[in-house]
């Protein structure tokens, strides 16, 4: 009945419930109606009478779904693989002939199957973001399911087909008349609301929660709500270098709380160690999914807190609450009167795809993709532009590079989750205006309203570009793409500063390497295999790439450039 089904023995978690015909498999944390799944009848009872062929009928059925999983529901004719929201535990799939083919791990369908061709456009992306956009990954042939995507097969007619149940794609429509004062009192309510069922999970399951603390709104939220419903077991970590300010952040907000506070050291000894540890090269090969570059920054704390603490840990993370209340809106979109879908490329370019300048020839490349990705969007209004950015940015960087972070307390056998990703939070914050969610501007003044002693009153934030400031702006960006034509000047600017480049990524917190260098030589004299080649994001993704046997041929010799200072044999 499952020949169709590769489940990885790499990757633990997966359940499985049979009955009559019917096989079940799922794993992660499911909320059904509102409750966290007790049994997997729950489950079998909301699949039994599905319809395969009734779309609308599929996405009643998951719209009744929350939580952090993923489900294959499988009968003597059919199967269904289904994401979360998030993508939390990515599924693949290989479709020849007349069967398809569906696994949790990338690297066994590319085994099995011989799937040796490379994707080079996806390559570039890799390079420059970190992931591959779209369906697609580094192999051609070898797919994956995006968030809120769902997969059906049909075994007699050997046909597939990919949905889309979920969109996170926020209001467009900002003449609705909402007070302020309401939406924080409902924002109270879902807040409360929510962890006090997390509250009763903790209990349930006799988790001790841990919270990665830095000093950001996200994980001090956590820490504030697990005191204010009644938690008294949590604890907090965080990791780096004991001057940085988020450190110091970090342990000062743990002491305020009342919260056990765990540092872990870093050091470029560590990071050099770890590096070559053949334990990390087993966590790539679980982590990458042959798509998305492995997520490291906390690899250390995790490996450390596995050796020490023996408790039944629950890591509650704060991703990505900044995000879903309007952190990543770009001020180049937000202050156009009128931006077009031209200045929406360009935004989405900036913002995920900084890891190096991008050349002619590549960018045109880029932009056909973004543009083909977003082809739904229906007109160029103010709103639909705002939340086009949103959307791509969910879709890709959230739940590629940014839950790939998760992965690392899967490898460790940690169980986790993430409070701020349930739909009812998702929903809040896609019907708050535009306005309101640019920088955070709500988010920022509710909860000074609603925890007085944990943040700060701050500033709403509201700016259009004038006629002089556009003027400036388009001045600026044709004088940078006149100096960018000078061989190698791309790396004098921000993106390419390494000292710069280091300090935005965090380097200087995580301890990995002195970068204070002055051009691209001096940097690849000092880059060696004995620093931390995971903290530069750019010569990572290319490390990876290169230590895979890809094939860089393709690219535009600028980029090649760099291949010839670095040593990376």
């Known amino acids: 009945m499952?020949?169709?089904?590769?489940?990885?023995?790499?990757?633990?978690?997966?359940?499985s419930f049979k009955k009559k015909n019917i096989c079940l498999r799922w794993t992660g944390k499911i909320i059904i109606n509102n409750k966290f799944m007790d049994s997997p009848i729950e489950l079998y009872d909301l699949f039994e009478k599905i319809n395969f062929d009734d779309d609308i009928a599929i996405k009643?059925?998951?719209?009744?779904?929350?939580?952090?999983?993923?489900?294959?529901?499988?009968?003597?004719?059919?199967?269904?693989?289904?994401n979360d929201r998030l993508r939390s535990y990515p599924i693949y799939f290989y479709h020849k002939a007349n069967q398809l083919f569906i696994s949790d791990n990338a690297y066994l369908i590319k085994e099995k199957f011989n799937l040796n061709i490379q994707n080079n456009n996806g390559s570039v992306e890799f390079l420059l973001s970190g992931y591959v956009t779209g369906n697609e990954t580094l192999y051609k042939d070898l797919l994956q399911l995006l968030p809120g995507q769902y997969l059906s097969y049909d075994k007699?007619?050997?046909?597939?087909?990919?949905?889309?149940?979920?969109?996170?794609?926020?209001?467009?429509n900002n003449n609705l008349e909402l007070s302020l004062e309401n939406k924080v009192k409902e924002y109270k309510e879902l807040i409360y609301s929510s962890f006090e069922r997390l509250k009763d999970y903790i209990i349930k399951n006799k988790y001790q929660p841990i919270i990665p603390l830095s000093g950001g709104r996200d994980s001090r939220l956590m820490a504030v709500m697990l005191k204010e419903v009644g938690i008294e077991n949590s604890i907090a970590f965080t990791y780096g270098t004991k001057e940085h300010k988020e450190v110091i952040k970090s342990k000062e907000i743990a002491g305020e709380l009342g919260v056990d506070w765990f540092f872990c050291s870093y050091t470029k000894e560590k990071w050099h160690k770890e590096y070559n540890n053949s334990i990390v090269k087993k966590y790539f090969n679980y982590a990458d999914g042959l798509s998305v570059r492995p997520h490291v920054l906390d690899y250390i704390a995790v490996k450390e807190?596995?050796?020490?603490?023996?408790?039944?840990l629950l890591f509650l993370s704060g991703h990505s609450l900044d995000f879903i209340a309007g952190s990543h809106i770009p001020a180049s979109l937000f202050m156009l009167n009128k931006p077009s879908k031209n200045n929406l490329y360009e935004a989405i370019l900036a913002k995920h795809f900084s890891f190096h300048y991008i050349y002619k020839k590549e960018r045109a490349m880029l932009i056909e993709r973004i543009s083909s990705s977003l082809d739904f969007l229906p007109q160029a209004t103010f709103?639909?532009?705002?939340s086009a950015f949103e959307y791509w940015d969910w879709r890709e960087r959230q739940g590629k590079f940014i839950l790939n972070a998760l992965n690392v307390y899967d490898f460790f056998n940690f169980d986790w989750y993430l409070p701020f990703w349930e739909r009812q939070w998702m929903n809040f914050f896609m019907q708050l205006p535009c306005e309101w969610r640019y920088k955070q501007n709500f988010q920022?003044?509710?909860?000074?309203?609603?925890?007085?002693?944990?943040?700060?009153k701050e500033e709403w934030f509201c700016e259009k570009e004038t006629k002089k400031e556009e003027i400036k702006r388009k001045f600026k960006r044709n004088l940078k793409k006149i100096i960018l034509k000078i061989p190698l000047s791309s790396y004098y600017f921000r993106r390419n500063n390494y000292a710069g480049v280091a300090s935005n990524y965090g380097v200087e917190r995580y301890g990995a390497f002195d970068v204070n260098v002055n051009s691209l030589e001096e940097f690849a004299k000092k880059y060696t295999a004995e620093t931390d080649i995971s903290r530069i994001f750019y010569f990572f993704t290319l490390h990876y790439l290169l230590k895979n046997n890809f094939n860089l041929n393709f690219l535009d010799s600028k980029y090649k450039k760099i291949m010839e200072l670095i040593n990376y044999e």
Request: aromatic share 18%.
């Open 2 to 15: 499952n020949n169709n089904l590769i489940i990885s023995e790499l990757k633990s978690g997966w359940k």
């Open 305 to 312: 807190l596995f050796s020490k603490k023996k408790e039944k």
């Open 156 to 172: 007699k007619l050997h046909r597939f087909k990919i949905k889309e149940y979920f969109k996170y794609y926020p209001n467009t």
């Open 444 to 456: 920022r003044y509710a909860l000074h309203k609603l925890f007085p002693n944990y943040f700060e």
């Open 60 to 82: 009643k059925i998951l719209e009744r779904l929350d939580g952090f999983f993923t489900i294959i529901y499988e009968t003597e004719n059919n199967i269904i693989a289904i």
């Open 383 to 386: 709103d639909e532009i705002i």
